[in-house]
């Protein structure tokens, strides 16, 4: 078998834009809350009085440095037509695989004016609380980095190994964790060598900093958050709904629409209802 090439570098310094990648082509199905639209994935689910993605979009929409940011979508998903807003532009090029629809963002990039030498900023659709200033100060970590690298969450828990057997679920071992982190979004790397790691490692990849780690490359750890957490189970919707309603997400309002004073979980004045 012929080896792949090793994805391009770039010496620390390298001017290059900066560009957000969502990929938004996942259904999600895990996700969905009780009483939720069944026919909706879940980054289109109702959270704090607007869609999910529109709250991740609102924060990026925030950070000025962006040149832009592509939603990749799956073919055939005009959900987000009816939120039109000049921060953020869709491309059908989501795939079956997440490594897959990342790979088809960078593609549209390249073909809208990005150059390898860009950095992209890949973040979950699914990670609604992420704020600007969250985004701002991985850029600021990493713009000079050799590498990259991206938000993580140093674990707080003890940490369990487990075995499933006849007498249950049982702890196998306990894991040292003073040097174990939680991997978030987004992850911030150079277009090209993002594209060349993840067509080296393959489209099972979960994450880009496991393509960029595949290339023997040591991404850059930027501590992010406990509220930058992934929307995956039900009950993630009423944390997520009550950081944002604490907030008074008004960012989400001015942006995408609605009555500025109003409770983002007030559906009584919110354009999207009506």
């Known amino acids: 078998m012929t080896e792949m090439p090793a994805p391009p570098s770039f010496a620390p310094g390298t001017p290059g834009r900066f560009w957000g990648l969502v990929p938004c082509a996942g259904t999600g ?21 607007h869609p999910l993605v529109l709250h991740t979009l609102t924060a990026f929409a925030g950070v000025v440095r962006l040149a832009g940011t592509l939603v990749a979508v799956a073919p055939g998903d005009h959900f987000l037509d009816a939120y039109p807003h000049a921060s953020y532009f869709t491309a059908p090029c989501g795939g079956p ?33 992420i704020t600007a200033e969250r985004i701002d100060a991985l850029i600021d970590a990493c713009a000079h980095d050799a590498v990259g690298g991206l938000l993580g969450h140093k674990l707080a828990d003890t940490l369990k190994t487990a075995t499933d057997g006849p007498g249950g679920v049982r702890v196998a071992s306990t894991v040292e964790r003073s040097d174990k982190w939680l991997a978030q979004t987004p992850q911030m790397f150079r277009i090209g060598t993002l594209l060349g790691a993840i067509e080296r490692a393959g489209l099972a990849v979960t994450d880009e900093a496991s393509a960029i780690e595949a290339a023997g490359l040591h991404p850059r750890l930027v501590p992010g958050g406990a509220q930058n957490f992934k929307v995956t189970y039900p009950d993630d919707f009423a944390l997520a709904t009550a950081v944002l309603t604490l907030r008074m997400h008004s960012g989400t309002l001015e942006r995408f629409g609605g009555a500025r004073g109003v409770a983002v979980g007030d559906p009584r004045n919110n354009p999207f209802f009506s």
């Open 29 to 49: 199905s895990r996700a969905v809350p009780a009483g939720a639209a069944a026919d909706l994935p879940k980054q289109y689910q109702m959270v704090a009085g």
């Open 97 to 129: 695989t997440r490594a897959a629809t990342v790979q088809g963002g960078l593609r549209a990039l390249l073909a809208r004016g990005a150059v390898p030498a860009d950095w992209v900023l890949v973040h979950d659709a699914a990670r609604c609380l």
